[in-house]
C-alpha cells in the first residue's frame, strides 16, 4: 500500500497523487472500520470509487482545501483531463455538491474580493442610499443593518456573481479522517505533503482489537471533545463549553483527550475570572500539568490548608524532574501559610566541569573538543541525545511498536500515538519489564544487535539512523554498565517528552575495562557566552546522584582571551 502515497514533489511525475491519497484513506478505512460507519456512509465511501476519475479528482481537491464552499470559476486544475464544469456536473447529479447552498454574509465576503462586491451590490447599496466604493468592513455592516434576510440579500449577489457549490459529505470525510489520522489536527494537506515515499515504517498487527474506536460512538465522543476544543480556542465562555464536554468514558486513549480538554478548559476559565470552574476542570484532568497548576490557583485564591493537603499527598509519588522542581517550590511556600515546616530540599551533587583553551578553528565547538580530545586509545563520539535514545529504542523496539488500543491507526507510524502520554509506560509495563530483565540477565547486548541487522533504516522515535554506526553500537555496548542503561532508560519513561533530549554532546571510551576504572565519560561542550539549559542541568544532576561520569567542557579561544 506504500506505493500509492506520493509526496508533493511527485507533482510532476504524477499529478494526480493526491487522489491516490484519498483513495488509500478512504480504503483503509472501509476496510478497517467499516462497522463503525453507518450504511449510508459505506454506501458514499462505495459511489466514491465509481466516480468518473475526474470528479473524484475535483472532490478530493475541495476536501483537501479549507472549509466546504468554492467558487466555481477558481477550480482549475489542467491536470483533470477533461473540463472542470464536466467534472462539476458529475460531482452535482451525484449529491457530493450542493449547486445552491444558503450563503452567509461572512461566507459571500470570504469569498469574493472587495472589487466584486462594489459590482455585486452597487444597486442595492444605491437603493439604501449608500455610495457604492464603501470600505469592505462598512459594506458589511451597511448590509447586515440593511437585510436580515439572508436568502434575498442572496438572490441580488447571485445574478452578478460566480456560482458558488458546497461539498454535501464534509462531515463524513472528517469522520474518514480522523479514523485514519486518529486526530484533527493534521490536515489532508498534511498527509499529502510529507515525504512518505522517503522513509520505511515498522509493520503493526492492525487487529479489531487494536483500534482506539472499538465503536461508533467513542468517535462522537473524540468529534464532541473537538468541536468543544474548538469553542475554547474561539474565546467562548468556559461555562458554556464545560456543559458540552462529554462525560468520562472507559476507553483510555479517549480518557487522555479529555484530560487535555480539561486542561484546557481550566486554563480559559481561570482567564475569564471563573475560578471554582477552573478549579472544578483541573481536578477532573489527568493531564501532568493541572496538578500544579491546581496548587497554584488554589494558592492565589489563599486557600492554603486545601493545597498543602493535596501537595504533600502528590509529594509522596513518582514525579518527572521538572513535576518535583515546581512541587517543592509550591510547599516550600505553603508550609509558611499552614505553619509546618519546610521540608528538606534535595541537595545535588556538585557538576563536574573543565575548562578547554584552543586556537580558534572553523566547525562547531562540539566537533572541535571531541578532535581535540579524542585518541586511539580513548576515542570520542559527537552523540548528543541520539546514543541513548537509540539503545533505549533498539532494546525496547518491539514494545514501542506494540498493537495496543491509540498507539497506531495506519501502516504508515514514525512511533505509536501515545509517545508522550501519561499511561504510555503503565498500559506496556510488562513488555518493558520484560525489556529490563534483558539488562539483567545480559542478553540485551544481542537483542539489542541484532534488532539494529534486522530493522535497519525502519523509522523509530529514538533511533536517528545516521548517527548509529556499528563501531560507537559496539563501544557503547562494551564500556556502559547495563545498569547505567537502565537507570537512563527509566528516567527517559518517566517523561519521554522531557526526558528524550538534555544529553551531553559527546561520549568517551576508555579502553580500561576494569570494574573499578570509568569506562566512559558523557561531556557537554559549551561555547563562549554559552550556558547551561535547565533540561541538560537536570540531566548532570541526575549523573552525578548516580555515579555516572559525566563533565561540562568550557570552551575557550585563544585569540579571544588574548584581546581581554
Known amino acids: ?80 483531463g477533461c473540463p472542470e464544469a464536466e467534472a462539476l456536473d458529475e460531482l452535482i447529479a451525484g449529491g457530493w455538491l450542493d449547486a445552491d447552498p444558503l ?28 455610495a457604492k466604493n464603501l470600505s469592505k468592513a462598512r459594506m458589511k455592516e451597511v448590509l447586515q443593518e440593511t437585510y436580515s434576510d439572508a436568502r434575498r440579500l442572496e438572490e441580488w449577489f447571485d445574478d452578478a456573481v460566480s456560482p458558488v457549490v458546497q461539498v454535501s459529505y464534509m462531515a463524513l ?11 484533527l489536527r493534521q490536515s489532508w494537506s498534511d498527509f499529502v505533503l510529507v515525504e512518505l515515499g522517503h522513509h520505511r515504517y515498522e509493520q503493526v498487527e492492525f487487529t479489531p482489537e487494536a483500534r482506539a474506536f472499538s465503536q461508533r460512538s467513542e468517535v462522537d465522543t473524540y468529534l464532541a471533545m473537538h468541536h468543544c476544543r474548538e469553542s475554547l480556542d474561539a474565546g467562548a465562555p468556559a461555562v458554556e463549553v464545560w456543559a458540552d464536554i462529554p462525560a468520562a468514558t472507559n476507553n483510555p486513549w479517549l480518557t487522555s483527550r479529555r484530560d487535555r480538554l480539561l486542561l484546557e478548559l481550566g486554563r ?45 499527598q502528590w509529594g509522596n509519588g513518582e514525579l518527572s524532574d521538572a513535576e518535583a522542581q515546581g512541587l517543592a517550590r509550591i510547599i516550600k511556600r505553603l508550609a509558611k501559610k499552614v505553619g509546618e515546616p519546610v521540608p528538606s ?57 506494540k498493537a495496543i488500543p491509540g498507539a497506531f491507526f495506519h501502516p504508515f507510524h514514525t512511533g505509536p500515538s501515545d509517545l508522550v502520554r501519561e499511561d504510555f509506560v503503565s498500559r506496556r509495563q510488562a513488555s518493558f519489564d520484560e525489556c529490563f530483565a534483558a539488562l539483567k540477565n545480559g542478553s540485551y547486548r544481542q537483542k539489542i544487535l541484532d534488532t539494529y541487522a534486522a530493522k535497519q533504516g525502519i523509522t523509530n522515535p529514538f533511533v536517528a539512523w545516521p548517527a548509529l554506526d556499528e563501531e560507537l553500537l559496539n563501544l557503547a555496548l562494551e564500556r556502559i554498565p547495563a545498569a547505567d542503561l537502565q537507570l537512563m532508560f527509566e528516567r527517559i519513561l518517566l517523561n519521554i517528552r522531557e526526558h528524550r533530549s538534555g ?8 579502553t580500561q575495562i576494569d570494574e573499578d576504572k570509568t569506562r566512559y565519560e558523557m561531556i557537554e561542550v559549551k561555547g563562549p557566552g554559552d550556558r547551561l539549559q535547565d533540561h541538560q ?28
Open 1 to 80: 500500500m506504500t506505493k500509492h502515497l506520493r509526496p508533493a514533489s511527485a507533482d510532476l511525475e504524477n499529478p494526480l497523487y493526491y487522489l491516490q491519497n484519498m483513495e488509500t484513506v478512504v480504503a483503509w478505512v472501509a476496510s478497517h472500520h467499516s462497522d463503525l460507519l453507518l450504511e449510508p456512509e459505506r454506501g458514499c465511501l462505495r459511489d466514491f470509487f465509481e466516480l468518473p476519475r475526474a470528479a473524484r479528482a475535483l472532490l478530493t481537491r475541495m476536501v483537501m482545501r479549507t472549509g466546504d464552499l468554492f467558487r466555481t470559476d477558481k477550480l482549475n486544475y489542467p491536470e483533470l
Open 103 to 130: 450563503l452567509a454574509l461572512d461566507d459571500i465576503f470570504r469569498l469574493f474580493t472587495l472589487a466584486e462586491l462594489r459590482t455585486a451590490f452597487a444597486p442595492i447599496l444605491e437603493q439604501a442610499g449608500f
Open 173 to 183: 470525510f472528517d469522520r474518514i479522517r480522523l479514523m485514519f489520522f486518529g486526530n
Open 268 to 312: 480559559q476559565a481561570e482567564r475569564q475570572s471563573d475560578r471554582e470552574l477552573a478549579l472544578q476542570a483541573l481536578a477532573g484532568s489527568g493531564h501532568r500539568e493541572a496538578g500544579l497548576k491546581r496548587l497554584r490557583l488554589l494558592e492565589r485564591m489563599k486557600r492554603f490548608e486545601e493545597a498543602w493537603a493535596i501537595a504533600v
Open 345 to 401: 530540599a534535595l541537595v545535588n551533587p556538585e557538576i563536574r566541569e573543565f575548562t578547554l583553551t584552543l586556537p580558534q578553528t572553523a566547525g562547531s565547538v562540539e566537533i572541535v573538543v571531541r578532535d581535540h580530545l579524542s585518541t586511539p586509545e580513548a576515542p570520542v563520539f559527537y552523540v548528543e541525545n541520539t546514543l541513548i535514545n537509540g539503545l533505549f529504542g533498539l532494546l525496547c523496539w518491539h514494545t514501542i511498536f
Open 503 to 510: 544529553f551531553p554532546d559527546l561520549i568517551k571510551f576508555s
Open 537 to 564: 542541568i537536570r540531566w548532570l544532576h541526575f549523573f552525578a546522584r548516580k555515579g555516572i561520569a559525566a563533565s561540562v567542557c568550557y570552551l575557550r579561544w585563544q585569540d579571544s582571551e588574548a584581546t581581554t
